[in-house]
């Protein structure tokens, strides 16, 4: 089974978006995930078995606001 969950995003400009990560949790499997972007355009990351660096994973994506149209200037939403 996949299982998917969402953390926020928000470009420098204010426009804001979420990182989707789909992993695979069924028992007896292989375990992996995949990260893709939502509100932002930009490209998907799979690791197996897990990503162990998840600030990384942002340079690797390469998300681009389409509100300004600036590529590099997203980031985690910093939770209150």
């Not at 681009?64 to 939403?77: E, F, L, N, S, T």
Request: proline content about 9%; some cysteine.
């Amino acid at each position: 089974m996949t299982t998917s969950t969402y953390e926020a995003l928000v470009c420098e400009c204010g426009y804001q978006g979420r990182l989707k990560c789909r992993e695979n949790d069924a028992p007896f499997s292989k375990p992996w995930e995949e990260y893709s972007l939502t509100g932002f355009e930009g490209g998907t990351a799979t690791f197996a078995p897990y990503c162990t660096d998840v600030k990384a994973l942002l340079p690797t994506l390469k998300p681009k606001c389409p509100q300004c149209g600036h590529i590099g200037r997203v980031d985690y939403a910093k939770r209150p």
